[in-house]
């Protein structure tokens, strides 16, 4: 069983940063994909960014060359750093794990960020 909580969330003008953090109970393998997703007001929850075993990272289009995701040596941590803000990128930020061999996805309760325009 796997719990995860995110935090970092907050409230920044356009144009600022943050970083968020997330933090998993449990056992995470090395060939689990780990996630961020965000959902918006009256938006469908869209893929962030994520870490494929093997595959390096990936990002949607919208974040390219703001966002970072990364996984220091802590395995258990991993984070989403969130440059140059836009107001649309207003939602809430959920980590997500998906599990190599049951295919079973984990996510944690999420965390609000609101870009002020």
């Known amino acids: 069983q796997v719990q995860l909580v995110e935090s970092g969330g907050g409230q920044v003008q356009a144009g600022g940063s943050l970083r968020l953090s997330c933090s998993a109970s449990g056992d995470i393998f090395s060939r689990d994909t780990i996630s961020w997703y965000r959902q918006g007001p009256r938006m469908q929850r869209e893929l962030v960014a994520s870490?494929?075993?093997?595959?390096?990272?990936k990002y949607a289009e919208s974040v390219k060359g703001r966002f970072t995701i990364s996984r220091p040596s802590a395995r258990n941590t991993w984070y989403l750093q969130m440059d140059k803000l836009r107001p649309e990128d207003t939602a809430v930020y959920l980590c997500h794990v998906f599990r190599y061999d049951t295919h079973y996805n984990y996510w944690g309760q999420g965390t609000q960020v609101t870009v002020s325009s």
């Open positions: 870490m494929p075993e093997g595959s390096g990272t």
